[in-house]
């Protein structure tokens, strides 16, 4: 018996190491699996945390940018034509003169977000044709809440003089209470955007289009 012990002690001897020892295993066992785990926690946090950073990076619709069913649906007109677009060169004059000249040059506002200005100068022109004491002050405060209110998405660029005189008039309203305003965002337009609607691409396209149309007529 005393000559057994010794044989069994060094029999268990190997398989110590094998117990307490780093034998490969299956993925996810022992220590492996830890860092395995930890890895995989990692790297969903890191996928969440990506997630909410691109969400947060993403670049905010601008507060004047409204979806399109908010917006009044553009002018009813016939296709303009190749004199027509011609014409629009020459002045913005011309380009306002005619729906389908409104509705391009309103197009390309949109691309700028700046669309509530022709909305505005159309709202005024619409007011100016009303008679009925009822229905103009109703229009008035419509076009007020829309585009002169601080508080509104649409709201437009006027200076703190006009703004007044508005405030003013609007206890009994006219249909010419905003002229003033009206002139201001139409000489705006003139002077900011029809210079670059006239270098746009949607305008030379549209000039290229009916060009190449009335040549193969």
Not at 23 to 41: D, Y
Not at 143 to 169: A, C, F, G, Q, T
Request: hydrophobic share 30%; charged share 25%.
């Amino acid at each position: 018996m005393g000559s057994e012990r010794p044989e069994m002690r060094t029999r268990q001897m190997p398989a110590a190491p094998k117990t307490a020892g780093s034998t490969p295993g299956p993925p996810g066992a022992g220590g492996r699996g830890a860092n395995a785990c930890c890895f995989c926690w990692c790297c969903c946090c890191s996928c969440s945390c990506l997630t909410v950073r691109n969400q947060e990076q993403r670049p905010r619709r601008p507060s004047h940018e409204l979806r399109q069913e908010d917006l009044p649906s553009c002018e009813e007109s016939p296709s303009p034509t190749l004199e027509e677009v011609n014409a629009w060169s020459q002045s913005f004059d011309k380009v306002m003169l005619t729906p389908a000249g409104r509705n391009a040059f309103r197009e390309f506002l949109r691309t700028e977000f700046s669309e509530e200005n022709m909305l505005f100068w159309m709202a005024c022109e619409e007011l100016k044709k009303e008679a009925n004491k009822t229905i103009i002050e109703e229009k008035a405060r419509t076009i007020y809440e829309d585009y002169i209110s601080i508080l509104s998405p649409k709201e437009v660029s006027l200076d703190s003089r006009v703004r007044e005189v508005i405030n003013r008039n609007m206890v009994e309203p006219s249909q010419h209470i905003f002229d003033d305003a009206q002139l201001q965002i139409y000489t705006l337009m003139h002077r900011d955007s029809y210079p670059r609607f006239m270098n746009s691409a949607l305008y030379k396209d549209l000039l290229q289009s009916l060009s190449e149309k009335s040549a193969e007529a």
